[in-house]
């Protein structure tokens, strides 16, 4: 089960890195260009319009922080969740702003402090609510694994 867990993870860690690249309209520059454009990135001020990709970044991250904490905190006690929670939210804070940074290398993709920002709420809730109902999902998906009957019905409960 835990092997199954790491290529979720992987599977989607992914996805949100190829997802963020998107078109993949690479444009190199020299590297202190780049450092010195991420310096100065801005918060953008979002109309209505922008709101979609605002929650989209949001959601992004959720699921990502969601597995990763599931994978490390299986049988974990308090002090061992909260280290991983905390480790978490600060590998998902690191890999957003890499994220921001490759865009800048993707002139079609937009660059700002609104998506740090929105990734990195969305790994805090991934983790709060894998703190809550991590256990439950890996109840469930033991119980998944471990069923010799093929109905749905029965994998979906919990």
Same mark, same amino acid.
């Given at each position: ?8 993870v ?9 997802g963020?690249? &998107? ?5 190199p ?7 010195? #454009?991420? #310096? ?5 001020? $979002?109309?209505?319009? @922008?709101?979609?990709d605002?929650?989209?970044? %949001?959601?992004?991250?959720?699921p ?12 974990? #006690?308090? +002090? ?6 905390i @480790?978490?939210?600060?590998?998902? &804070?690191?890999?957003?702003? &890499?994220i ?8 079609? =993709? ?10 990195? $709420?969305?790994a805090?809730?991934?983790n ?5 109902f991590?256990? =439950?999902?890996? %109840? ?10 093929? +109905? $749905?019905? =029965?994998?979906l409960?919990i």
């Open positions: 089960m835990k092997n199954h867990l790491l290529y979720a992987l599977l989607y860690l992914t996805f949100v890195v190829y963020s690249l &998107v078109p993949l309209d690479f444009k520059m020299p590297m202190d260009e780049a450092i010195e #454009r991420f #310096r100065h990135i801005q918060y953008l001020n $979002l109309g209505i319009g @922008s709101l979609a605002w929650v989209a970044n %949001i959601l992004l991250m959720i990502l922080a969601f597995l990763w904490f599931a994978l490390l905190t299986v049988n974990a #006690r308090f +002090s061992a969740k909260f280290f991983c929670f @480790s978490i939210l600060f590998t998902c &804070v690191l890999l957003a702003l &890499v921001e940074f490759t865009q800048i290398y993707f002139p079609p =993709r937009t660059v700002s402090i609104n998506d740090i920002v929105a990734e990195s $709420l969305g805090f809730i991934g709060t609510v894998g703190w809550f991590g256990h =439950r999902f890996l %109840i469930w998906l033991k119980q998944w694994y471990q069923k010799d009957d093929n +109905s $749905l019905d =029965r994998y409960q």
